[in-house]
């Protein structure tokens, strides 16, 4: 009985921590390698990208966000994964409310925004590694948390600009 009400209290507990953080400069990198499939999810305020996190109002901003997309879309140059893997890119799907991108949840009204990216390969082997291009890409993205699951299990690593490597256990 007292193991279920701590399961209970972790569970109530749940969103605090593995809800969405919105942290400026911050994004999250989740890395799935399942067979031939490499899956990259990335969650970032979109402050990082942009340095604004609501709709484009001049045509500058209108500018800077079509280059941040072009650069998300352009998945294999942002994204240097293992060359022995021969991995090809196989499709990008971007949501963010602010820019209208994809059919993501309405702007919160509280003045933040959110990007969300979603990123796949297909490889003919399983990849030692991803060089992520996101600091280069993003001069305001500081911190990169990343969840990588291979084969191997489960593991978390934490990128510091100017650090790109992201290594996958197989
Ligand atoms: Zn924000």
Redesign the pocket.
Known sequence: MKKLALCLALASALPAWAGKA?E?GAARLDVAVDGGTLTIVLDT?L?GLLGF?RAPRSEAETRAADQAVATLRAADKLFAIDAAARCTPASVELLSAPLKLGAAAPAKDDG??DLEGTFTFQCQAAPAFVDAGLFKAFPRLSRIDVQVATAKGQRKQVLKRPAQRIELPR
Do not use: C, I, L, V
Request: no cysteine; charged share 30%; glycine share 14%.
């Open positions: 919105h400026h305020p402050d996190e933040h925004g």
